[in-house]
């Protein structure tokens, strides 16, 4: 928390509190955009020791919030890593047992080259300066990473939502490096509605006076309503109405009476500002609207000529989808309609939807039923591949 | 469906017919039985498709490949020749357009194996003679207002489909009422009153 508060500077940015493998004008990264970045760095976390075959790497994709801090606790906020519910020793992804790589992905904010680093031609944040970041730029950056580790094929890949589409695009991408790959709550392209949000997300960062044009922190200012609004208005969409009710209904915040005005009378309003304050102390605004326009790019059947088929022709990679029922951010049909496609391939592929009533967030909690999914997939790749019980 | 011993049975017959290491979509997989059976004791690059999604979610708990859906629509997202068998269990008399499933699986497997309970077993054919009642037995354990069967057929029916659809019968079982294959030397009408379940292995 501190650290951005502090000197309105992201020293995560640039000399993250986790290891960072730097890149130099000899190894540039290919950018969609049609230029390249360089020099650039990624920050990463790992856990459990790669075996001497090298062929127990799991590689953990984050969300569009996410970081690299997956099972560590996290050096900005304090809290646990964002799925130390799942990853961890004896734990269903077994760091004992497997070797877990997580980096932050190109365009964040936690060590991996993104808008709120120093660039080197000016020595001030890069602001928009940065080219646009693509979902296959991020996973052409994860690629140098494992080539660090030296690692022939990854033995699973896995995340959910953007994370998801990571995994889907290394799967298509290089199917020869991925034994298995595990998307979660994800899509093979970003919906109209959902850039929709994501459009309402990025014009209230805009539309803060502090954002400056993107160069906010030549001001030593940061547009903290904007970025509060746009992750409100986001936190709605990770949840269900279902869950909402649940947990809110229509409850009052430490009162007894509606007070006729705009205060937080509603605890869903208090959660909500809670939710947007707290997010400020830990992202920047910039890499929000670099993350999240990264999602709106992806398209994978747009890639292969429209047909999805085609992205996955002649794999041999064991996919297990995931989907939720109440997510309507990305809606089960998505994950069928890969499937689909991965049976029009011929691709090994397992399904699961499972029926909560918790919405989009849902891979992120402790869900028996995913749990259980990831387990059995898992296992029996595991076995597929070797690598014992 | 319940899992009765005659069923039992009937997926030892239908493994018997597949060879170690094959390409198998096994549709209607119910709890993964005959899946964890071939890749167990055969080997077999084994895929699921299961309507109800608890089977689905238990089977890939249980490290099966499979995916959710319905014979009914689905098996047209899969490619020509795509496994070297396609077995339809148990399950071609719920669903809603067994000729046009049955001509899926002659497309998307080498082979089919279909497996089925005959309605024209003396049973079945004594219950509603005599009682003028549609049949319950073992095999087809439900009331007829409650069943997900909506498409029996006898084996004589089931061998006219196959006439349609120019699919070649290369083996045929009957099995009787205690799960044994009745003398291959019999007559098709004899198999038609004798057998309870029948097992075909097809090609196109």
Redesign the interface.
């Known amino acids: 928390m501190a650290v951005l508060r502090a000197g309105k500077t992201n020293n995560e940015a640039d000399q993250p509190s986790s290891p960072v493998l730097r890149f130099g004008p000899d190894k540039p990264l290919k950018l969609d955009a049609g230029s390249v970045l360089s020099p650039f760095q990624i920050a990463y976390q790992t856990y459990g020791t790669l075996n001497d075959a090298r062929s127990n790497a799991i590689l953990v994709c984050h969300a569009l919030t996410g970081d690299q801090h997956v099972a560590n606790t996290n050096p900005v906020t304090g809290k646990p890593g964002w799925w130390e519910v799942l990853i961890g020793p004896g734990k269903i992804i077994d760091t004992n047992r497997f070797f877990i790589i997580c980096s932050n992905v190109i365009g964040g904010c936690l060590g991996s080259t993104g808008p709120a680093s120093t660039n080197p031609a000016t020595g001030k944040p890069y602001g928009l300066d940065l080219p646009i970041i693509t979902i296959p730029d991020m996973v052409r950056a994860q690629l140098m990473l494992v080539d660090h580790f030296g690692i022939e094929k990854l033995f699973c890949v896995l995340g959910g939502s953007m994370g998801g589409m990571q995994v889907l695009e290394w799967a298509s991408s290089y199917p020869e490096r991925v034994f298995s790959a595990l998307p979660i709550a994800t899509g093979a392209r970003h919906s109209s509605q959902n850039i929709a949000f994501h459009e309402v997300g990025r014009q209230a960062v805009m539309a803060d006076p502090e954002w400056h044009g993107g160069k906010y922190f030549d001001y030593g200012k940061r547009p903290e309503k904007g970025l509060a609004v746009a992750r409100m208005a986001a936190h709605i969409t990770y949840l269900s109405e279902a869950a909402l009710h649940r947990k809110f209904g229509r409850n009052l915040q430490d009162r007894d009476a509606l007070t006729f005005g705009f205060d937080a009378d509603f605890q869903i309003e208090s959660y909500l500002r809670h939710q947007g304050m707290t997010f400020v102390d830990r992202f920047d605004a910039n890499s929000y609207l670099y993350m999240t326009r990264a999602m709106d790019y992806f398209d994978l059947a747009a890639d292969h000529g429209g047909r999805l088929a085609d992205a996955f022709a002649g794999t041999k990679t064991?996919f297990?989808l995931v989907s939720f029922t109440s997510d309507w951010l990305f809606p089960t049909e998505e994950s069928r309609s890969i499937?689909?496609a991965l049976?029009?391939?011929?691709a090994?592929?397992?399904?699961?939807?499972?029926?909560t009533d918790r919405g989009h967030d849902a891979f992120l909690l402790d869900e028996p039923?995913l749990f259980?999914?990831i387990?059995?997939?898992i296992?029996?790749a595991a076995?597929a591949r070797g690598l014992g019980a | 469906m319940s899992v009765n011993d005659t069923q039992r049975v009937d997926l030892e017959v239908v493994a018997n017919l597949i060879p170690s290491q094959s390409r198998v979509l096994d549709v209607g997989s119910g709890d993964g039985s005959l899946l964890e059976l071939l890749q167990d004791t055969k080997q077999v690059?084994g895929?699921g498709l299961e309507l109800s999604?608890r089977g689905?979610?238990e089977?890939?708990?249980?490290?099966?490949?499979?995916?959710?859906?319905d014979a009914d629509k689905?098996l047209e997202?899969?490619?020509d020749k795509?496994f070297d068998f396609v077995v339809l269990s148990q399950t071609l008399q719920a669903t809603r357009n067994p000729k046009l499933v049955l001509d899926e699986l002659l497309r998307i497997g080498e082979r089919a194996i279909v497996s089925f309970p005959n309605f024209g077993h003396w049973r079945v054919r004594l219950s509603l003679f005599v009682q003028g009642r549609m049949p319950v037995t073992k095999d087809l354990p439900y009331s007829w207002y409650d069943t997900p069967n909506i498409h029996f057929c006898t084996i004589r029916d089931f061998v006219n489909l196959c006439d349609e659809l120019g699919a070649t019968v290369e083996k045929a079982t009957a099995l009787d009422a205690n799960g044994q294959k009745i003398g291959l030397s019999m007559p098709w009408w004899f198999w038609n009153f004798f057998g309870q379940q029948a097992v075909f292995l097809l090609r196109r």
């Open positions: 064991r297990c499937v689909h049976n029009a391939a011929g090994s592929v397992s399904f699961v939807e499972i029926e039923e259980a999914a387990n059995g997939f296992g029996s076995r | 690059d895929r999604q689905v979610n089977c890939v708990a249980r490290g099966l490949s499979v995916i959710q859906g689905d997202f899969y490619p795509g």
